[in-house]
């Protein structure tokens, strides 16, 4: 597979391709799923509700981070996830513009 031409696409075509990319994995949908629905901030529960080994937890968390989808706090040993708001309604509003200014004339 060749190397993608990030540059000749513009900033807004870049980022929502980098959006769509993590949200591509099922397990990050329903990592993000199950956090949302909690009150508080969530530390060891991901791995006993999703199902997955913690290294692969992990590297899903990670990935949901790297578009500061997610915040994760330092409480002792563990690391406790929430949903960023701000970000999550940066992307809804990207999204909305995104899907707002297609037209319908398709077959």
């Known amino acids: 597979m060749g ?3 990030t540059q000749i696409f513009n900033q807004n075509q870049n980022q929502m391709a980098t959006i769509f990319k993590v949200l591509a994995n099922p397990a990050r949908i329903a990592i993000l799923q199950y956090i949302s629905k909690q009150e508080s901030c969530i530390c060891n529960d991901i791995v006993d509700e999703i199902g997955l080994a913690q290294p692969t937890i992990s590297q899903h ?6 578009i500061d989808l997610i915040k994760g706090e330092i409480e002792g040993k563990k690391v406790c996830y929430c949903i960023n708001l701000a970000t999550w309604s940066k992307i809804q509003s990207t999204l909305n513009t995104f899907f707002n200014t297609t037209k319908s004339n398709c077959c």
């Open 3 to 5: 190397i993608t031409k």
């Open 61 to 66: 968390l990670k990935e949901l981070k790297s």
